[in-house]
Structure formats: C-alpha cells, structure tokens
C-alpha cells in the first residue's frame, strides 16, 4: 500500500516498545533502516504486509504503556511496520479513552467519577485532587503524574476506585479502591519517585491473593456455589491448583463426547448468554459449527464495562483457568483453531492472571497443536481493550480486533456467518463460559434444573450501591430480588425502617438497564420475571439507590456515559446522546424550553428514535435507564 | 496482476481503481519497474530491475515456467507456432543470469514465475516502460511469449494490456494514423483492402506506407522531407534529443502547426491554425485502452477564431482544390463504418445508449468484443495460430561508464502530463516542478543537499536542475519527468536511439553524470 | 526471427462468437411486501433496491450507489415485521416473505427525529436533499433549542475520547460548528456541514481511490473526518482525487472554485449545463460531466453509472480543465 508517511523517525525508545511486540522489520521497506543493497531490487508486501493490521492495537498500546502518549513520529513507524495508513491508525488511537495522542504525564490516576462510585464520594475524590493536584489533565509541576476521570472501573464493590497507569521501560498499571483524593496523590508521588506499583507480583502470596477474592464475592469458600466455588480456594496462579480441583475434567469429558455430542449437552442444559441479549448457546455453537467458510474463531468478550457491572472481572482475576478450559471446549465443538480473549483494558491484574494461565495451559499441552494428545489444535491471544464500552458489542470488539475503530456492524449479517476476519465466529460472554465446564461435568440435563423453567443455571450479581456487603453473589435463577439484598446484608436503615422504605430505587442491569422501585422486591431474578415488569437482568447489575442518593445526578452521569461512549458512526446515539444530556441538564437547572412536560415528550422522543433507529444496542439502550427513570416518577415532572 | 514498466497508480489512476479492487478481493500484484514506484508499494513482489532488462528478466522467468512444466501444453500445441525456437532461445537464460543482468534475486524472478504460470487467471499490463526503448518490439514480444506459454490470454481476466497513455492514441491508430494502416488497421500495402478506399473515395490511395514519427526525423535529415504539418503535438518537447529535433524543424522549407497553444513548436511554424478543444469543444468520438469508442461532447465554444480541426481540414482541403462538403463529426463516423469492419456495428445512437462501444463491433447487433483473442480457445483455431516471437536480451545503447556512470530514466508523475501544455493550466498543490530525483545514497556519495542545483550531463547535451532525495530510488538511478520542458529541458539529456519497428525512442534510459557546482545553490 | 511470419499482414480472424464474461450465478427472484404490495425483486437486493422498484421515495443521506452502503445516517430506517428495531433500508437485504412498512408512526417518527438531530447540529444550508425531506417529515431542529457558539479553528480536532464538559444547562444545542479549512487551491472542508455520514472516508478509501488520506477520528459527537493529527491536505497523503467532493451530501466538501463563486454570490445553478465527454488525459477514458456557466467550466464530475469511472476521477479529470480556458481569447491564425 503507497502509504504516506509524512512524521520524522520515532524515538529509539518508540522504536524499541514497537520492535518488542513485532520484532525487527523486515527490510528497509517495511520501517528497518535502509539497505540499498539488500532491498535495492526487491521488496515484499502486498496482502503479506497488510494482513498484519490486527496487530495495530497492541502496537499502540505498547507505545502507550512505555511512553505514556503516542507521537505522531511512533505511529508513523507504527505504520510503517504494519503497512497501515496514518490517517487511518490515528482514528483508531483517538478512539479509545486509554491511549493519548497529545503528550501526556507518564504516570495517571484515572479515578472513576461513574454511578457506584458517585454514590459513594467519587466527586468529592476528584474536587480534592482538582483543588491539591491541579484540573483534571493538568501535569503535575515535574510534569510527572496527572489525573484524569474515567467511566466505570469495575470496582463498584470497593467503591471509590482508580486506576494508575506507569508508563516506562516496565510499565504497571493497577486497580485500587477504595480510595480517596490523598491516596491517590501518595500513590502518583510513590510512582513518580520510581518505587514499583506491583500488581501481582511474587511479593503477594497464594494466601494473600485468596483473601483478595473474598473482598470482591464475599460468599467465597460457601458450600453449594457452582461458578465461584474455586473463588477465594483455589491459587488463581497455579494449573496444578485449578486442575486438582477438578479443573479440566470438562475438556476430558468434552474430547471423549466429540464436537456433536458437546453442543447437544450444551443445549440440552438451556443455557442462555450473560452478556445481556440471552442468545442459546447451543444454538449459536451449532451454527458456528455448520457455517460455510474457515478459518471459525471463538472469541470470548471480556469487555464488561457496562456500569456497576464486575462479576467477569471477579472470575477473570479468581479462576482464569476455567475461561482457558471454557473457550478450548468451545472452539473444540464449533472447529476453531484460534481463539481471542477480549479485555478490557481496566483490569490490569485479569490481564496478567489470564497470561499466566494461557502461558502455563499452553507448557502443558492444554494449548497448542495436539491438546491432551486428541490431535485437536487451538491458541487462544489475549487481547486488550483500549477504554471503549462500545467494544463490548459483539461486533465492535470483532472490530477491534482487527485493528479497525471499534464501530458496530448492521446485523444481519451474524457473526455465526461473518464474525472477525468476516469468519464464522462464537462469541461468548465470561460468565456464559463459566457455566460450560460445569454443564459437561454436571450433563447438560441436571444443569437444566438448576434455576427456573425459562433460566436455567447459576447466575451471577454485582451488588452494589447501598447495600452492606456490596460484592459478586451468586444464587440460582429465580430468587427474588429481596432475596439477593438480603444475601449482600441487607440495605443499611435507621432501626425499624425497613428496606421497602429506605429503598428509593434499585437500578437493575446497568446503565442500559432499568430502574425499579421496591414495590418490585419480590419478583424472581429471571430473564422472563424482569421481562415481565418491563426490566432487565443486562449484565447483571443490581445497583441500590436510597432516599438520600442524588438520582438526578446520577441520571445525568449515564446520559453523560452515554454521550462519551458513543462510537459516533450513527446520527441518532451519536446526536440524540448528546440531547438526551443537554435535556437533562436543562432539567435539572429548571430551565426547560417549553415546559416541563414538553421536554419529557421531546425526551421520550428521542428515546424512541434512539431505540428504534441506531445501529447497536447501545443506542438502543442509551435512554432505558433514563426513560425508566422519568416513569418511575425519579425526574420530577 | 503483473503492472511491468507501468506505474499506474501515477499514470493511469482510474484504471488502477479497477485493479485494486481485484486486489482487495484477494487477487496478487506483481510490479516489474527500476523504481519502487507507489505501484510497487501495492504489490505483493517488486521486482526492481536495472532499466533495460526486461527482455533477460521476461525469457528467464519463460525457462523457468518450461523448466518447471508449468507451461500450458494443451493451449501451446492447439494455438501457437514456434515454442521450439523459443524454447531454445531461453534455454541460457537461468534465473542465475537473469539476477546477474537484471539485478532481481533470482528467488523473486522464480517466485513470480511460478505464480503468474500457476495462477488461475493472469495478466500483464506495461506502459512506457517496455515500450520507451530501442527494443521496446522486442521487450513486448517477450511478454507476448509469456502469456501463450502460460495461455494466458484470449480468455475474461487474462491477456496483454497497453496502457494507453494519451485519450486517443488507440483512437488514431484506429482511425489509420499510423504509416502503414488505413482506418482499422487495413494495411495500406494489402491491394484488397486498399481496393474498398479506392473505390469509396474516388481516389488512389498511394500503396506504400509512410514515415512514422521518427522516420520522418530521420527524412528531414536526409532532406527528403521538407514540408510538415503538425496537429495538436509538441515535438520540440517531446522529441529526444530536443537540439536536433529543434534543428530540424527549423530547417523545413515549411512547418505548419495546429494546435490549441502557441507551443514552443508552434512558434517555429511558417503557420498556425488555432484549434478547438477536441474534448470539450467539439462533437465526435475518442478510443480508450480497452478499445472502447466513446463520445466527446462539445460543452464550450471555442474561444476567438479558433475553429473545429475537422472544419479546417475540410476548408484545407477545398483550398487544395479538393471537392469536400461541409460534413459532421457524425457523417465521418458513418463514412468509417462502411469501411472499417471492426467499427461497423458502431452507429452513434448505440455509442450514446450503451456508453461506448468496444471494438470489433462487427453489425449493430454484435456486443463489442470485452477481450481480444478468443478465438485462440476455439478447435480448430480460425485463422493463424498466435506465434512465439523469440528475443534476446539487448541492454541499453547510452551505455553506463566511468564518464557517464549514473542511469537517468524518465516517467509522468500523477497531477501533471506530457509536456505540461495542458497540465500547466491548474494549480496542482502536489506540483514541485521539475527536479534530478536521486537516492539518498548518491546525495550523500557526491555531498549534495535536498534541493541543490546541479548540473547534468549526457553524452548530447547538459542541464541545471535540482536534486530531490526519493527513497523509492537506489544508488545509480536517477528520475526525472517531461513535464516541465520549458524550465528543464530533459530531452537535451536524452538519446534518440530509436525501436527501427517502432520508431520509438529510449526515454527510459540515458547515461549522465551528476556535477556539483562550484558554489552550491539551493532552490527553495 | 526468419521462422516466424511478419506481423499480421490482415486483421486477425473473426472468433465465432463474441468473448463474454464467466456466467454469473442464476440470481433468484425473492417474493416480499412493501406497504402491503408484494414485490419480487432478485435476491441480493437491499430493501431500498426493493423499494425504488416499487417507486417508493425513499430518503437517504449516507447511501450512494457507488460505495458501500456504511448505514450511518438512518433516514432510510424502515419497519420490517418481527424485527425489534427498525432497520436500514440501504443496507439490509431481502429476505423471502419480508414484509416491510415504510410510512407507519414508527418510521416517520425516527426519520423525522433524525433529521432533526442532524439539523439541529450540522448547518445543511448547501445539502441539496434537506430542504424536502424536513417538509415531508415536518422535521424542526429547533426544537432542541438554538444554536452553541461555533468551535474555534481547529478545536474540535483536538478533543479526546471518553472526556467531554457536562452539559451546563444553558439553553443551546451543541453543533459541530466551526470555520472552513481552507488549505489548498483546489477544494474547502467546511466540517460544520459534516453529518459523517463516512461517505467521503469510504471513497478516498477501500470503495475507490485507495489513498486513505481522510479517515474518522475521535468518538462520538466528537468524531470528525480528519488527517493524522489533523495536518492540513498538503502535508497529508491527499492526491486531490477530489473523489470526496463527488460523494459529498451536504456540500461540506466543495471545489475552491465553487465556494469563491458562492462567496461572491455569483454561482447560479439555474445557468448552468452539464455535458458529458471525454477527459483529455490518459488512456483510460473517463467521463467527465462539465459544468458550464457563462461559457467557463465551473466544475467535473463523473456518472456513477459509467463504467470507466464509476462516478470517480483523478486529479487531472477532475481539476485538470483550466488549461481549455486560458488561451488567448483574440486567437487567431497566423503566418
């Protein structure tokens, strides 16, 4: 491709950080410095070179994890190493929320001012640090740290979270919370006087590491749980650990059963996707698997950055192996020979769980061309987002991938049909992985059971808000919503208030969810009881507001969510999200075009078109929170 | 996809629209060209030979195909003549001498060898880069050989394809501007054909062909011609060797020139008829490289008196004494119809319906032929089998030394064309004027900088210009363009050696030295 | 050489029947309603094949018939039964059986919500289309109140994705305002009349010219049409194909020329003609249609339907014209 490439050389160390992930170019052509008389005559490209472009985003986040930005002289060399225009890579690096084309600090507090931790003082965190640190952005004096706000971190259970970013020679990045305004500045100054920000490291042992996992799902090392009973037990770091538990059993069984027979037990056992649309499994593995065309590739969707959403998070970080097990099973059913593991790059300790486990599953032979000698193949790469929530959509993550701008695509065509590369491709969520292993040792029938007629299986929550024991709980399909509450420990209330009053509203699936009142606590957690009071389980959000919650705010920080997530290909999210906010904020500042009542109908309006006329399901869902809200009388009238 | 002596991503943009949407749906690139050329950049292999090569690079990649059986029997045994003598010709050519004389690792000529004969479909596409040589005949006939090895060619995706690089050259000579051939390339020499003018024109047509281009240089200097008329062409910057093509001219007894400008070969002219634009200023038709016949439109009027060159022809004519009546662009075309077989289908109503028309289009119910040739994939074959025309290899005549030892080749850049009479007239922000384009090696090697004004030198004649680094160049090559005749005159550097079948001269390959001048002037 | 003959001495002879392409799949007729009338179109049509059949209107911004339907805008949006949301009717293929409404309350609600949307946002005074379609769908823009302030130069090309100002209350509506760039001889961007509909990235791209010099950058409200870095088209890959003005809705990319002459108020459609002929360059044959006012080409296009070009040009068909225009107007013969 006649690229052209218009910036200076990059840096030895831009150069460096890019050689490490690709290796030395190949010839001058292709980005090596120039040799006349080796390339003088000949060169190479075409389909060879530009087949490469999937490999754009992790080059640029190995720029941005070592110098902390992306110059336009690194992305030139970016491109001339994977043959890939300028133009086209900066519109994928400005895409994403993580990686900064205009020169930033080295070392970033990104502290999460979302709806769970807004609930619990994110804007006091980010007034403090804008009144000791500076504004949001603005370097710090030795031009070392700043801080900047970021959308949900996927730590609601320890709310007020933050994420550090070191970039360097050996970039770190870790989670924290809770935390507030003078931890983060001791953090940022700990980082900018060189001293290690460990994210597990062998400072942390397997007893330590344990006694993590029990702060993010408090049932841990309860009897009778399914899909966390290796959580808070099992060294989330050790094959041998996950395989004396059981572990790996499933793909024994799976490889004796052959192809066939997996997806009729994994239909048998009715379990739906927990992404949020509650597809069949079985029937989107049997589709994959009759698919004209090859390669077929799985892909597991480890985006959850749905707001107040962290159960994959929990079972990425406590039991990484079972993904590994999961998607070696599913590719061994659908005829896959490569798998991708999309995360979301603001977990930094799933990242290096899961490398540790691919790395150790593949020394085994539980990876590789001849898995446990049956002569099947398969690889799984781990892949890690950039800050997007839209790549969470099936298809933008396929997107992504590829090392495109995470934009949706129309559906139909599936991605049973044309998946990533245009392939035939399963595409699963986490905590829908999670239920394989156990539906192959447990038989797809007896998995039936579990749960209610229409939902069947274990089912994950992220409980936060305010509740006592905010966490991930588990509990089979079917009961109630009280229940679970009371599981978390119940909604902290004066004595002898009870929770039906304290509870002003419970915010249920996420920011494209909905909010329910109490007088709902009793309906049953099943994708057909939340249908029937015109809700959702979404990804499982369950999110608790008391009387003393700034709803108005909140609502106004998921329009604001939605505004910011938008990948902006479509007119109706990409200018109705915006509207949508500045409705609200007129609202809220009671200064209503027209009145009040107008704006709700222009609001419901918008919603409609939003819902009705958008591409994906974000902008389809970008006002059901917001809508709910106004029915549920939280917007006064 | 074989782009050989062709940067069509420059020369030819719209068409390599077309090429690369085959290559986005999977289809490979080769590109054979001295320049890493933005073509080049498309391909899946370059092949970057010395300049006048093509003949060593083409029989090597022929053996190969033979020495590796890859050749397609069944189409050479039914279609063609002559794989014997060729098979011996290329016998010595092994890819060991092919590296040796072209430059190209003998792995990459044997790679695209074996993809071009293994390939499904294929096809090679040239421009000047073949033809702009003393042997350009015979570098084509050495790709002709190719595709009949391999039988690619007279099926839908294969073949030859000439790029053509002016709007109607296929048109002139379809319309018999060319010494030998009347309106569809009925041989002036054939008494037959010749029979059907005769009659239709009330004239004799004289049987013997003429001068081409060069042939009429060569004339002048024999002072056998010395009366010339010029229609819409710029010889004095466009000849090789311009001193002695200015020489020439300007001796004539008489020089008449129609053209739209006053170009540098108009201002030598006894007469100037001003012309109307043919494409925008006039009605009729034009032939496009896949032998398309389209309609031009007049959308102005002419400005001044500037006429339409059919009606000056025509009153040219009457002046002479020649009974011509006032006729139509489109009463012309019929008159043509009835006498070229492969136009007469063409009638303007069609031309207008179907946007254009390809010929041979034998009646008005025949579609236009889409490729040529298929009647090679006919048994028995009608007519003559296709031949193979054996070459040799037979490098440049401005041979490389130690006087002259830098090889300078010529070529068009994207915005501009030609001569720059016609380009010249819009602001192009891609336009740097003319410049020594030279690989960063020798920039450094005779300690010039980005933009010097140098001097250079060739066995006819010597220029100023100023060098510009262009990476996609090695050490020992050098470019430059045509397109700016009056600030660089590139053809007094050029050599007029000329194709004696062709008539064509090697613009792409003249010998220079480069000369730092005293004190180094950098133009900005 | 003595064993071979000369060149063809004759015209080859005559194949005894004309070469044609491989034969396509037999294509299928597929059986669906639109309104209520059953259709039959062949398969692999998209929905808005399907209705322009039946001649029904429908409008579309981001479609054209020479790139690849990319389904941004969603003006074409219509109701397919069973379907949960509407769908595009550029994009979406017929299936058998379908059956499509295209003027039910749903339908008319979002294409006249989008419009507003767009209109409210994106200055759509030189969008030939938008005057017709916000009357037919009583579309009013305003109803999101007025206009922000305009962006300063540049502005918006520096925002980042994921962080933008809360919205403050205030009464007026964000647009994408901001001043033209101008930055080269031949044409304008004007981006305050961008709807992104991707229509100029997918020309300058893989559905013609190939140079990707233009792609979308940033995200969301914020996204833009943008060199890397935002450089100006000089420093950037543009090979002045113009292939982006040629696809352009709303006019945001237009011939320098064009936007001089609109300028100085003297651009008059209603004067113009457009011919079609051939360009003067290369070999390959271009139709170019010119655009004549007063006698003075004022601008080139290509027919989408033409097979050379497909709509599209290069640089020297598109701006290459000049030269007819500048010869001495008293020309005459001389000896």
């Not at chain 1, 540790?356 to 590789?368: P, T």
């Not at chain 1, 939605?562 to 990409?574: A, H, I, K, L, T």
């Not at chain 2, 739209?260 to 007469?271: E, N, P, S």
């Not at chain 2, 009835?338 to 034998?362: F, I, T």
């Amino acid at each position: 491709m006649d690229i052209h490439v218009i910036a200076p050389l990059a840096s030895p160390a831009e150069r460096a950080a890019v050689d490490a992930l690709l290796g030395p170019p190949s010839s001058g052509w292709a980005g090596g410095s120039r040799d006349s008389a080796n390339d003088g005559h000949v060169a190479r490209g075409g389909h060879a070179a530009r087949a490469e472009r999937d490999l754009l985003l992790p080059a640029l986040h190995a720029v941005q994890d070592r110098i902390g930005w992306i110059s336009q002289p690194a992305l030139a060399y970016i491109c001339r190493r994977l043959t890939v225009p300028p133009a086209e890579a900066y519109g994928v690096a400005t895409f994403y929320g993580l990686l900064a084309t205009r020169e930033r600090a080295p070392i970033v507090a990104h502290v999460c001012d979302d709806i769970a931790c807004r609930l619990v003082g994110a804007e006091e965190v980010c007034s403090d640090l804008a009144r000791t640190h500076g504004p949001a952005g603005q370097p710090s004096a030795d031009g070392q740290t700043t801080w900047l706000r970021s959308p949900c971190l996927g730590l609601c259970e320890r709310a007020p979270a933050a994420l550090f970013t070191v970039a360097g020679d050996a970039p770190e990045q870790i989670g924290e919370a809770p935390i507030d305004a003078v931890g983060v500045i001791a953090r940022l100054a700990s980082a900018a006087a060189g001293r290690p920000i460990a994210i597990d490291g062998a400072s942390l042992s397997a007893e330590e590491r344990l006694a993590d996992a029990r702060i993010s799902v408090p049932q841990a090392g309860d009897d009778g749980l399914q899909l966390l009973a290796r959580v808070g037990r099992v060294d989330p770091g050790s094959l041998e650990a996950y395989r004396s538990a059981g572990g790996y059993a499933a793909l024994n069984r799976a490889i004796e059963l052959g192809p066939e027979a997996v997806i009729a037990e994994v239909t048998a056992s009715k379990l739906l996707g927990r992404g949020g649309a509650a597809f069949p499994t079985g029937r989107k593995w049997a589709g994959v698997r009759a698919a004209q065309g090859s390669p077929k590739y799985v892909v597991c969707n480890a985006d959850e950055s749905e707001p107040g959403t962290f159960k994959d998070r929990a079972l990425l970080e406590h039991d990484p192996f079972v993904l590994i097990e999961a998607m070696t099973i599913e590719a061994f059913a659908t005829g896959a020979s490569r798998g991708f593991l999309y995360l979301r790059g603001e977990y930094p300790l799933a990242a290096s769980r899961l490398r540790n486990a691919i790395a150790l599953a593949s020394a085994a032979g539980l990876l590789g061309s001849d898995i446990l000698g049956s002569g099947f193949a398969f690889e799984i790469e781990l892949r890690i987002g950039a800050g997007a929530y839209i790549c969470g959509e099936e298809t933008a993550l396929f997107n992504s991938i590829e090392g495109k701008r995470g934009e949706p695509r129309n559906k139909p065509p599936f991605p049973v049909e044309v998946g990533l590369f245009g392939k035939p491709t399963a595409v699963n969520n986490v905590e829908t992985l999670a239920n394989v292993p156990l539906i192959l040792r447990e038989g797809g029938a007896a998995f039936a059971t579990i749960g209610t007629e229409g939902s069947a299986g274990p089912k994950l929550f992220c409980v936060s808000g305010h509740v006592r024991r905010p966490g991930i709980y588990e509990v089979p399909f079917g009961t109630t919503l009280r229940a679970l509450l009371e599981l978390a420990g119940g909604v902290p209330a004066p004595i002898g208030v009870t929770a039906d009053d304290t509870i002003r509203t419970i915010l249920l699936g996420g920011a494209a969810g909905v909010f329910v009142g109490p007088e709902v606590l009793d309906t049953p957690l099943t994708f057909e009881a939340t249908r029937a009071i015109g809700a959702t389980l979404g990804s499982g959000v369950v999110m608790v507001f008391d009387r003393t919650a700034d709803l108005v705010g909140t609502l106004r920080r998921i329009a604001a969510f939605f505004r910011d997530e938008s990948c902006g290909q479509c007119v109706p999210c990409r200018v109705g999200t915006v509207r949508q906010e500045e409705l609200l904020a007129r609202l809220a500042a009671d200064r209503p075009h027209g009145s009040r009542a107008d704006e709700l109908r222009l609001l419901g309006q918008i919603g409609q078109a939003m819902r009705d006329a958008s591409i994906c399901g974000l902008g389809q869902t970008a006002s059901s929170a917001i809508e709910s809200a106004v029915r549920a009388g939280i917007v006064p009238a | 996809m074989i782009l050989w002596g062709s940067n069509a991503r420059e020369t030819h943009p719209i068409f390599f629209h077309h090429l690369l949407k085959g290559v986005n749906k999977g289809a490979r690139l080769y590109t054979v060209d001295p320049r890493r050329t933005s073509s080049a950049e498309w391909s899946d292999g370059w092949l970057g030979l010395d300049v006048g090569s093509d003949i060593a690079l083409a029989n090597a990649i022929g053996r190969e195909i033979l020495a590796a059986g890859l050749e397609n029997r069944e189409f050479i045994a039914r279609a063609t003549s002559g794989i014997e003598e060729y098979r011996a010709k290329v016998e010595s050519y092994t890819l060991e001498y092919a590296e040796r004389e072209t430059g190209v690792p003998a792995a990459m000529i044997r790679e695209l060898a074996h993809a071009f004969a293994s390939a499904p479909r294929a096809m090679i596409c040239w421009t000047l880069g073949i033809t702009e040589h003393h042997n350009g005949v015979d570098n084509v006939l050495a790709l002709i050989s190719l595709v009949l090895l391999t039988g690619h060619v007279g099926r839908y995706g294969s073949g030859v394809n000439p790029l053509r690089g002016q709007n109607n050259v296929q048109g002139g000579g379809d319309m018999g501007a060319l010494p030998d051939r009347l309106p569809g390339f009925q041989h002036v020499e054939n008494d037959e054909l010749r029979a059907k003018f005769d009659q239709l024109w009330g004239v004799t047509v004289p049987p013997k062909r003429g001068w081409h281009l060069s042939g009429m240089f060569d004339a002048m200097e024999r002072g056998d011609l010395c009366a010339v008329y010029v229609i819409g062409e710029n010889p004095v910057q466009s000849e090789a060797d311009q001193a002695k093509a200015i020489h020439l001219l300007s001796n004539l007894e008489f020089l008449v020139v129609q053209d739209i400008f006053l170009t540098k070969t108009a201002q030598l002219a006894d007469v100037v008829l001003p012309a109307s634009a043919a494409w925008a200023e006039t009605e009729g038709t034009v032939t496009n490289s896949e032998r398309r016949v389209q309609r031009v439109r007049r959308a102005l009027a002419p400005p001044g008196l500037a006429r339409d060159d059919l009606e000056i022809v025509v009153d040219l004519a009457q002046r002479m004494g020649g009974n011509w009546p006032a006729t139509t662009p489109e009463a012309i075309w019929d008159e043509l119809r009835m006498l070229s077989p492969v136009h007469a289908g063409m009638s303007y109503k069609r031309l207008e319906e179907l946007g254009g028309l390809q010929w041979p289009c034998y009646d008005e119910n025949h579609p236009g032929e889409l490729f040529l040739h298929s009647r090679l994939w006919e048994d028995p074959v009608p007519g003559n089998r296709a031949p193979f025309i054996p070459v040799d290899h037979d490098p440049p005549v401005d041979r490389l030394d130690a006087d002259f030892p830098i090889r300078l080749t010529t070529g068009r850049r994207l915005d501009s064309y030609n001569t720059g009479v016609q380009s010249a007239g819009y602001r192009s922000p891609l336009r740097r004027g003319e410049s020594l384009d030279i690989s960063p090696e020798d920039l450094a090697r005779y300690g010039l900088a980005d933009g010097e004004l140098v001097r250079v030198v060739s066995r006819r004649g010597q220029i100023s210009v100023a060098v510009r680094v262009d990476p996609s160049l090695r050490p020992g090559l050098t470019f430059m363009t045509l397109h700016f005749q009056d600030d660089v005159a590139v053809n007094l550097l050029t050599i007029d050696a000329t194709d004696p079948k062709s008539g064509t001269a090697e613009f792409k390959a003249t010998a220079i030295r480069i000369e730092k001048l005293k004190a180094a002037v950098r133009v900005p | 050489m003595s064993s071979v003959p000369p060149i063809q001495f004759y015209p080859p002879a005559r194949s005894s029947q004309p070469p044609m392409p491989p034969e396509a799949a037999r294509v299928v007729q597929v059986e669906l309603t639109i309104d209520g009338r059953t259709v039959s179109v062949p398969a692999g049509s998209t929905i808005l094949d399907a209705c322009r059949a039946e001649g029904v209107d429908t409008p579309t911004l981001c479609y054209l018939e020479n790139l690849t339907p990319i389904n941004a805008c969603r003006v074409c949006v219509v109701e397919v039964a069973g379907s949960r949301v509407l769908a595009p009717a550029c994009s979406r293929k017929v299936e058998p059986g379908m059956a499509v409404q295209t003027d039910t309350e749903r339908v008319r609600l979002s294409r006249k919500v989008v419009l507003e949307l767009l209109g409210s946002s994106v200055d759509l005074s030189t969008a030939p289309q938008a005057p017709a379609y916000f009357a037919r769908y009583g579309a009013d823009p305003e109803r999101f109140g007025a206009a922000a302030q305009p962006a300063a130069a540049n502005e918006r090309d520096g925002l980042e994705a994921g962080h933008h100002h809360a919205a403050d209350g205030q009464p007026s509506a964000a647009t994408v305002g901001q001043p033209v760039k101008i930055d080269n001889e031949l044409y304008v961007r004007d981006y305050s009349k961008c709807i992104l509909c991707y229509k100029c990235v997918e020309a300058c791209g893989v559905d013609a010219q190939n140079t990707f010099a233009i792609a979308v950058a940033g995200r969301g409200f914020d996204a833009r049409i943008s060199t890397e870095w935002n450089v100006g088209l000089p420093d950037s890959a543009c090979v002045y194909c113009g292939n982006c003005i040629g696809v352009c809705p709303t006019g945001a990319l237009m011939f320098r020329s064009e936007y001089e002459m609109r300028e100085a108020g003297t651009w008059d459609e209603a004067a113009q003609t457009s011919t079609d002929t051939i360009c003067p360059y290369c070999g390959v044959g271009c139709t170019l249609s010119l655009l004549v006012q007063d006698n003075e080409i004022v601008k080139v296009t290509s027919p989408l339907d033409s097979s050379v070009t497909e709509g599209h040009l290069c640089v020297k068909g598109r701006f290459g014209f000049s030269f007819v225009q500048q010869r001495e107007p008293g020309a005459a013969p001389t000896t």
